[in-house]
């Protein structure tokens, strides 16, 4: 490893704390990129003058972040950086693609149904009329990362599942002269069903982060209404305060 590594001693940040974000922040800028090993404790004490038990904390901080794995006979590796997601009307294809995460997804269902009532109040259809209905897998380098639902008026667009395994949806409305204006949007956590957490790779019960999102175009339709789940081990949502004038 050629990363620039140091600690201030006279700082009163813990050293393995320092060690840690200083890893931390190289995942997160790509210079220690998915698969990479990162050394051995010993080498690592030693380069910086450290003792192992410091640099173990430091290391296991970020297996607990889900940032490094230890694989027996492999060593400590780097398994990707947390997602960092702004709160702003995009779609989680486009975030994961612009932080290099190497977006990828599985259809796992396509189909026209009923709206139910929450459906039908959040895209202002009746209850019962037909809707779009679209189940997808999002992974980044592999792995899951958040399992999506999306409903849709029908005769908006062509839902064609080769089409929405090969991009993101937004990618895809906004191909079709659809332009998206504005999102009600709320976010919420809660553990993972049995189903949820098989989808996922998570245990039963783990946290999942939620959102919600009804997104409406420049004419003021509401053209789509997403129920999301996310592993919070691999996943958080940021966003800006701003204190009123």
Not at 37 to 48: H, K, M, P, Q, T
Not at 136 to 148: F, S
Request: net charge neutral; aromatic share 4%.
């Amino acid at each position: 490893m050629t990363l620039r590594l140091g600690v201030d001693r006279s700082s009163p940040v813990p050293l393995y704390f320092q060690l840690a974000q200083q890893l931390e922040a190289a995942i997160e800028r790509g210079a220690l990129t998915p698969g990479s090993l990162l050394g051995n404790e010993i080498d690592l004490a030693g380069r910086l003058g450290l003792s192992r038990p410091t640099v173990r904390q430091a290391i296991q901080s970020l297996v607990d972040k889900g940032l490094l794995v230890r694989r027996r006979g492999v060593g400590t590796q780097v398994v990707h950086s947390q997602v960092k997601r702004p709160l702003e009307l995009s779609s989680l294809y486009d975030d994961l693609e612009a932080a290099g995460q190497r977006p990828e997804t599985r259809v796992l269902r396509n189909t026209v149904e009923p709206a139910s009532a929450e459906v039908a109040a959040a895209l202002a259809v009746a209850e019962g009329e037909e809707v779009h209905r679209v189940e997808r897998l999002r992974l980044a380098h592999g792995e899951p990362m958040a399992y999506l639902v999306n409903h849709l008026p029908t005769g908006l667009l062509d839902l064609d599942t080769e089409r929405l395994e090969a991009t993101g949806l937004y990618r895809l409305m906004r191909a079709t002269g659809l332009t998206l204006h504005s999102a009600r949007q709320s976010v919420g956590a809660r553990a993972a069903t049995e189903e949820e957490a098989g989808r996922l790779a998570e245990p039963p019960g783990a946290p999942l982060l939620t959102m919600r999102r009804t997104t409406f175009d420049d004419t003021g339709r509401a053209v789509e209404f997403g129920a999301h789940v996310y592993r919070a081990s691999r996943y958080s949502f940021e966003f800006q305060l701003l204190v009123r004038p």
